[in-house]
């Protein structure tokens, strides 16, 4: 089994790989602010006398994240973790917060316009349609049970009322901060890596063009001495057949072969932006 430590660097090599999908690394980041969340909200409920059903969702809650991350960590299965927590948390999670924080005069209503903020973040694609829509539809659920039947709303004093709606808006403000900061440190580390693999992209372009460029030129006078060569041979009268018809095919060739060298260096020098257009008169019919 992996160690502690071994999993701890597991899950910083996830956020720090620029290749994991967004929303994997974005996940982890939630999970640590969840537990880190859930433990003051833990506390405060215990100093305030919340809900004991209230208390034990907490610790549930609190015992459930890393049981569920861990292994689909070690396993590197972290989409699984991904929908097995968002479905604990709307359907489980989030109407125990509401029913047993009071309803409408508690804080679980705060807490699940975080599951929105989770779901977006943490889903994406269609499924995040489908959950969006699901959210809604538990929001509003949540809503009707509680005003036709009220006896199932843990009923909260005036004191407590207050200190959790203030501790929830607190705790997911300081959340959807953090959230927002770690988006921000996301996007600029994708943005500097997409600058540096730019910047090495055209690095490669203009080492390869200039590679062409000189091969062109090195290339091309070789050729122009053997067709050069080869001309003499072709103008010389004492010169057999024979030797002139394999004179004219060497010809054709290098001039062929020097047309396509030329069309090297003309690419090369239109890539890197140095191609001149010469205006000249010439007949279509002729070219045809």
Known sequence: ?????????RALSVLRDPERPFNERMFLILAILSEITVFTALIGDLIIKENPYEIILLIAVLILIPLIILPCLYLNRLRIAITILVLTLVFIIL????????????GGVIWIIFGFVYVGLTLHGKWRNVMFTLMTLLTLGCFIVAWQWPQTVFAHSRAARFIDIFFSIILVGI????????????????????????????????????????????????????????????????????????????????????ALI???????KIEAGSMDIVPVDYRIGDML
């Open 262 to 268: 030329n069309d090297i260096l003309d690419f090369s």
């Open 1 to 9: 089994m992996m160690n502690h430590n071994g999993l701890i660097n």
């Open 95 to 106: 109407p125990g917060l509401f029913f047993f924080g009071g309803g409408l005069e508690g």
């Open 175 to 258: 959340v959807c901060y953090f959230i927002n900061w770690s988006q921000g440190r996301l996007f600029i580390e994708e943005n500097e890596r997409v600058k540096k693999e730019a910047e090495r992209a055209e690095e490669l372009t203009r080492s390869q063009n200039r590679f062409f460029s000189s091969m062109s030129h090195e290339i091309r006078t070789p050729i122009n001495s053997i067709l050069g060569l080869n001309e003499l041979i072709l103008r010389d009268q004492d010169t057999s057949e024979e030797v002139v018809k394999d004179s004219m095919g060497i010809q054709g060739s290098g001039k062929m072969l020097l």
